[in-house]
């Protein structure tokens, strides 16, 4: 027999109050879901209505407002399961979009320390605006770009400042049978005769591939006639009568800083350790850059340090 689903509003902020609603009945649960992370007061709902004899094998639906709710980003549980779908009616901005894209996210080890090595995390549904969708998605990238600064870095215990692991520099990264190079440092003499071309070239959103190669045969043509202020390959495996430009990126004013990873670069760069931004897009003999329009300023450590990258400091990222 179908039956309706069980649906839990949450009202308010903080001090929420819950409220659910099924079979034509609505009634205040509070005194049901106290103490606890969201799921454990969920599991604890849950319990209390299989007491009653309720028939909770049904659809389950929790609705809420977009502030956080102060709940675990998880509302997952080994003894109900994970979240099917999460849907979201409008946008906000990428942080918070996020987050609510990331309640239908589990650690699954618990899942597997429970049910064995066999279990397999059920199909979930992300649902919402195409602004949504997409804030979503660079969150996860900003988080994966996070996670991977980490591994290829270690923390200063005197300052907090991140410096490169040099363990880091000692392993061999080989991705889609290409070697990582150690990134290039390119600096650019603003005033000279082609940086107008450049430049048109860098305002262009979305590159194609000719106008990626024009870019590049306009540096090759600098630094043969020694026009580049800087140009130090410390591989010295970079051919450019070999080497295809696949992404581009431009910083300028207005950009979210923290998704540019200019000290990133610099670092490995400094102690000659294997960088690349893209490791899964990049073939070998294929490269990638990452120009700055605009004076380059990140913040970190809680606002107490500054990275600055100059206009006319860029970076090259490639394969060999």
């Keep these: 027999m179908d039956l309706n689903p069980i649906v839990l509003a949450i009202y308010g902020n903080e001090g929420n109050k819950y409220h659910l609603?099924?079979?034509?009945?609505?009634?205040?649960?509070?005194?049901?879901?106290?103490?606890?992370?969201?799921?454990?007061?969920?599991?604890?709902?849950?319990?209390?209505?299989?007491?009653?004899?309720?028939?909770?094998?049904?659809?389950?639906?929790?609705i809420?407002?977009?502030?956080?709710?102060?709940?675990?980003?998880?509302?997952?549980?080994?003894?109900?399961?994970?979240?099917?779908?999460?849907?979201?009616?409008?946008?906000?901005?990428v942080d918070k979009d996020y987050q609510v894209g990331c309640r239908g996210n589990a650690v699954d080890n618990h899942f597997v320390k429970k049910f064995g090595s066999e279990w397999k995390f059920p199909e979930k549904f992300l649902?919402?605006?195409?602004?949504?969708?997409?804030?979503?998605?660079?969150g996860e990238l900003q988080n994966d770009n996070q996670v991977?600064?980490?591994?290829?870095?270690?923390?200063?215990?005197?300052?907090?400042?991140?410096?490169?692991?040099?363990?880091?520099?000692?392993?061999?990264?080989?991705?889609?049978?290409?070697?990582?190079?150690?990134?290039?440092?390119?600096?650019?003499?603003?005033?000279?005769?082609?940086?107008?071309?450049?430049?048109?070239?860098?305002?262009?959103?979305?590159?194609?591939?000719?106008?990626?190669?024009?870019?590049?045969?306009?540096?090759?043509?600098?630094?043969?006639?020694?026009?580049?202020?800087?140009?130090?390959?410390?591989?010295?495996?970079f051919d450019w009568s070999n080497q295809s430009l696949i992404q581009f990126r431009r910083y300028q004013e207005g950009y979210k800083a923290e998704t540019y990873r200019f000290k990133n670069y610099q670092n490995h760069h400094e102690q000659n350790a294997k960088y690349i931004n893209n490791k899964s897009k990049i073939k070998p003999n294929q490269c990638e850059i990452l120009t700055c329009k605009d004076h380059y300023k990140l913040k970190y450590n809680n606002g107490t340090k500054t990275y600055n990258n100059l206009k006319n400091t860029w970076w090259i990222g490639y394969k060999y």
């Design 21 to 62: 609603l099924f079979d034509g009945k609505e009634m205040c649960v509070d005194n049901i879901m106290v103490n606890g992370e969201f799921n454990e007061k969920l599991l604890k709902l849950k319990t209390h209505l299989e007491n009653k004899k309720v028939d909770t094998k049904r659809p389950f639906i929790i």
């Design 64 to 93: 809420g407002n977009y502030n956080p709710c102060g709940e675990s980003i998880s509302f997952a549980h080994t003894d109900y399961g994970t979240v099917r779908a999460v849907l979201a009616c409008t946008s906000q901005e």
């Design 127 to 138: 649902v919402g605006t195409k602004e949504f969708i997409e804030n979503v998605m660079e």
């Design 148 to 237: 991977d600064d980490y591994l290829a870095c270690e923390g200063d215990q005197s300052d907090k400042e991140i410096q490169i692991n040099l363990d880091y520099r000692q392993r061999e990264e080989e991705f889609n049978n290409g070697t990582v190079a150690t990134p290039i440092k390119l600096v650019i003499i603003d005033d000279c005769s082609k940086f107008s071309e450049l430049s048109a070239i860098m305002n262009i959103q979305k590159k194609t591939t000719e106008q990626k190669n024009d870019f590049m045969k306009i540096l090759k043509e600098m630094y043969d006639n020694d026009e580049l202020y800087e140009f130090t390959d410390k591989t010295g495996k």
